[in-house]
């Protein structure tokens, strides 16, 4: 039994009359058709709707308790009221769902988060511990793979998959921050002991408005998620890298700083090799410091990136630095990140990346280009409903980039596609534009001769593409090697 009363106590929150305060908590809801008899039900005003107007069909359902503002209605129920009701829901939740993972970690960013949780729980997994990853690929364990639909599933998913995880016997958790997930308070309330930043690049404009209001989402990781005794481990070659530094610094986190202009790891020196990179990594100490080199079996400087932030935040948690290095060297490829998909008839390897912004195209491109003898065909579109300020951006960057660009459809959801590739190829001088992602993979794919490479960028791991409201089944690396054979 979980009483309601236990529950509240100490909340920093005014709690009305209209319920029994020793009723029984079955559970939480944020969407009223999810309430059932003793849930506690968060109301609150979305995009789209205003959850409060959801309140009676969810008292009828059985709701026993509303977190809302003081300014919503509430007949029937016990309302707890809150000027910030996301952020209290989400206290009171992770008191419901504790206990949780001991160690978790966060990671933010535009792009990297995806690859840098799941290198930092690989590390884990390889040091023995029981690891896991919530993020855009699903919760990730040694044995399983869910999806949640979402980069940063809802609160109550997010907190259900975490305590779910600790039954399960898992102890380290990473999981990513998308500025979405942190702006509606979708991953507090559990312990977090260090945050990761990867980098800050134009994406999500249409939610965020402006980039300061961007990076202002992200930060509230720093600032509020993470405990007041935990690290920051900051990736330090970014623009904003140093505006980071100093705000968690502000803050009183211990700072790990990673990269070139790192001072916890510097990456002295980065050599591509054929099949990965050898890394020299700096790290202070006595004598004057050590060097370590890693032989990293994965391609390009970003992924270089993501794993120092990984080994970063495992070390900010407890992690042996050398044995943590070491490990480097056996980390697995990240699923739809540079992810080579099939060699053509002809001889042209296919990679599968997923990049979706005109940052991580420009990363993508530039990461195969050693690994380039002829050519660089670059393919990609732009997702609907989504930024449409970064469409032409995309299109420039491959285009100043890439030696060939084909401009193509993402997941158009409601938009009409010819727009959006319309839209991209306005920056994309001398791009082909080829509608429907199959036709286009295939013409890609033929076009490229012995020592041309193609990038199928924007889709990475998806299985599917969004039409309207409708999920297709696609998947690039399967399509490539159709297209391939
Ligand atoms: C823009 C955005 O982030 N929207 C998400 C957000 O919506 P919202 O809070 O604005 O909610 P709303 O739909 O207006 O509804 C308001 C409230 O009423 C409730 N409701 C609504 C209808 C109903 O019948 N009953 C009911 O109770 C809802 O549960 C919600 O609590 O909360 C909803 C419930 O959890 C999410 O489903 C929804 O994700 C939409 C589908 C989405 O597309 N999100 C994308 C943009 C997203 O979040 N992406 C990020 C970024 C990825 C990246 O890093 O690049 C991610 O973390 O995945
Ligand atoms: N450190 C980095 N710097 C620049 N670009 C990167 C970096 N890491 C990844 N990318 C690019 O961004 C793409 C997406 O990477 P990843 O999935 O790891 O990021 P993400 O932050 O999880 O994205 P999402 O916002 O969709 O969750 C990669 O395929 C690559 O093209
Ligand atoms: N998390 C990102 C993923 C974009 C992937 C791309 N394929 C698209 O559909 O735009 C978003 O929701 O914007
Ligand atoms: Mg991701």
Known sequence: MTRLAGLIEGLDAVVSDGGALDANVTGFAIDNRK??????????????VNGEDYIADAVKSGAIAVVARPEAKVEGAIHIAHANPRRLFAQLAARYFTPFPDVTVAVTGTNGKTSTVELTRQLWRMMGHHAASIGTLGVTTSVDQVSTGLTTP?????????????????????????SHGLAQYRTEGLPVLAGGFTNLSRDHLDYHGDMDSYFDAKMRLFDEVVGADGAAVVWADDAWSDKVIARVTKRGLRVLSVGVQGQALRLANRTPTQLGQTLEIEVPGEAGGKLYKVNLPLIGAYQAANALTAAGLVIATGGDTAKVLELLGRVQPVRGRLERAVISKAGAPVYVDYAHTPDGLRAAIEALRPHTKGRLIALFGAGGDRDVGKRPLMGQVAAELADHVIVTDDNPRSEEPSTIRAAVMAGATGAQEIGGRRAAIAAAIAQAGADDIVLLAGKGHEQGQIIGDRVLPFDDVTVARECAG
């Open 35 to 48: 309430v059932a008899p003793g849930t506690v039900f968060g109301a609150f005003q979305g995009l789209r």
């Open 154 to 178: 809802d609160i109550v998913t997010f907190l259900s998959n975490m305590s779910g995880l600790r039954r399960e016997g898992i102890t380290h958790a990473a999981f990513e921050a998308s």
